[in-house]
């Protein structure tokens, strides 16, 4: 039986897809887009949060189910990290560079943390193919000594 008077009713996610203040959960920022220390600083702690997360757990269960693994992922969009017209190749390559020398993330400038961050978030939301780590990049890259790296040059810029 149909509940009266619900057929009607307005969900919250009507509101919000006709606010023209109110962009999409996948809206992608411009790299020219300025990004705030506020972002930055979100960034760092949705980053800070996953680590911690990582190490708490040593990679028991299943990461993509993680609370922090979604606030990072969210972060990365709503923090300006993910931008539309950022090569998915620039990203890759500071991303290989980083793992390959984890000193390498204390120098970044924020162009090259935006790239990074883009390259990682995307990774995992058009390759994890239903996987417990998801498309395996963000789990790489948190067991490597380079999120630390980044998560204190973060904390720097």
Excluded at 23 to 38: L, Q
Excluded at 86 to 94: K, P, Q, S, V, W
Excluded at 103 to 128: C, M, N, P
Excluded at 138 to 144: D, T, V
Aim: hydrophobic fraction near 40%; include cysteine; aromatic fraction near 10%.
């Amino acid at each position: 039986m149909i509940n009266r008077g619900m057929e009607n009713m307005v969900t919250r996610n009507d509101y919000l897809s006709t606010d023209l203040d109110i962009e999409p959960v996948g809206y992608s920022a411009s790299i020219f887009d300025p990004v705030s220390a506020d972002q930055v600083r979100l960034m760092r702690w949705a980053l800070q949060c996953l680590i911690e997360k990582c190490r708490t757990l040593d990679g028991r269960g299943r990461p993509v189910d993680w609370t922090e693994w979604k606030l990072f992922l969210l972060a990365g969009y709503v923090c300006g990290f993910v931008c539309n017209d950022l090569d998915a190749e620039e990203g890759h390559t500071i991303f290989q560079q980083v793992l390959d020398t984890s000193s390498f993330g204390k120098q970044l400038t924020l162009r090259q943390l935006r790239a990074l961050f883009h390259y990682i978030v995307r990774s995992e939301r058009w390759g994890d193919m239903g996987g417990d780590r998801g498309g395996n990049t963000l789990w790489i890259f948190l067991e490597s000594d380079a999120a630390e790296a980044v998560r204190k040059r973060l904390s720097e810029v």
